[in-house]
């Protein structure tokens, strides 16, 4: 962070500006930061470059960094524009800075100030100069990069233990705002029924005290047909909560307008944005539809929707729900909603090529069965479209790794009977199953 300091510093004295249409931003993870960059003299040259302090901890990486502005949206999304963030964060999933980036590559802090003065991510920057001066001569990256010398000697200086002391002492306390904060006294919280941020979730409503009885999967539609490398991001994303989709439809009904949608992330106390965030990342890539989006097809109509608005009229109908997915679905940042999620919209079922390990584990934990595809298969070697009605032969007294057999039956009659694994690791996996997933069991188990 010293250096990125550095080297805006070392380019703004050499004549090196940002273009007015490169968003930039700095987030530090820490309150300390600010402390040793102020103390180091280049808060001042950041800022002038574009990257003023605007907040502490996850922000950019999480997609929270604020809009572009409408000219620009405007511009990327009329000439279908892929455009690009570079960031010192650590997530790079695409259309996770903003829905507006495609692409999102991970660099040092001082990467991340050279590649904002270049304005394109193309650039060698052994051969091509950054820029030029108000002189005309070029400058290149080389010219202004500190060494490491002159970044250690700056540490050195101005990052010293009473910093660490004196930001970490009051960490207790807070800011002012937070102190002024009323908390509600008592063992029972006062759960909000207008609070559009923390809301009783629902995921008790029904439960009894002895273990459910076991219901079978029968007929039931694929929700979403998706590919490989389907990450938690694609899932549940946690960035900002486009105008267009559910979830934006259910928080402006309760009166909030656009620049109070905040994002996913902030949100997730809230189970009906948080369903109607599921599989929301406008990046997704669902085969039942011709470009990438949060839309499905309704099978029975052909109707094209929004994935949630499809899983409410198959709830109406009484239609259960599976995903076919492709392999490592899952992969990315663990995140227990990616599970959650797809059970509220009433999966009951996910069948894989593969699955990433925690994700696996938090689908047992929600009671979604993972299923997993025979080595070497997949719906396109096993002539499947996604559009079935899927029946999976689970045996009430199944052991771990089992395989069962699924049935899918087209619209003309006709089925096709195949394999899989039910990927049910161990026998807590098993236990948690029968109680229809970890909460219910805890509960179950507190009541013991």
Known sequence: MLGAGMLARNAVKAGLSVAPYIKTSLSPGSGVVTHYLRESGVIPYLDTLGFSVVG???????????????????????????????????????????????????????????????????????????????????????????????????????????????????????????????????????????????????????????????????????????????????????????????AARYLANRGLTPREFNSYGSRRGNDDVMARATFANIRLVNKFMSTPGPKTVHIPSGEEMDIYDAAERYRSEGTQLIAIVGKDYGCGSSRDWAAKGPFLLGIKAVIAESYERIHRSNLVGMGIVPLEFLPGQNPDTLGLTGKELYSVEMPENIKPLQHVHVKAKSDDGSEKKFEVVARFDTEVDLLYYHHGGILNYMIRRMLQ
């Open 56 to 246: 502490f901890g996850c922000m950019t990486c999480i997609g929270n960094s604020g809009p572009l502005p409408d000219y620009i949206v405007d511009a990327i999304e009329k000439n279908g524009l892929v455009c690009c963030s570079v960031l010192s964060g650590n997530r790079n999933f695409e259309g996770r800075v903003h829905p507006n980036t495609r692409a999102n590559y991970l660099a040092s802090p001082l990467l991340v100030i050279a590649y904002a003065i270049a304005g394109r991510v193309d650039i060698d920057f052994e051969t091509e100069p950054l820029g030029k001066n108000k002189e005309g001569k070029e400058v290149f990256l080389r010219d202004i990069w500190p060494s490491r010398s002159e970044i250690q000697a700056v540490e050195k200086s101005t990052v010293i233990p009473a910093m660490f002391r004196d930001v970490y002492s009051r960490i207790e306390n807070g800011s002012n705002s937070w102190q002024l904060l009323s908390a509600p006294e008592g063992k029972l919280y006062p759960w909000d029924k207008t609070s559009t941020y923390i809301k009783n979730p629902p995921f008790f409503q029904g439960m009894t005290k002895d273990l459910p009885k076991h219901v079978p999967i029968k007929d039931a539609r694929a929700l979403v047909l998706l590919g490989d490398s389907v990450t938690t991001d694609h899932i549940s994303p946690a960035g900002s909560i486009a105008r267009n989709s559910p």
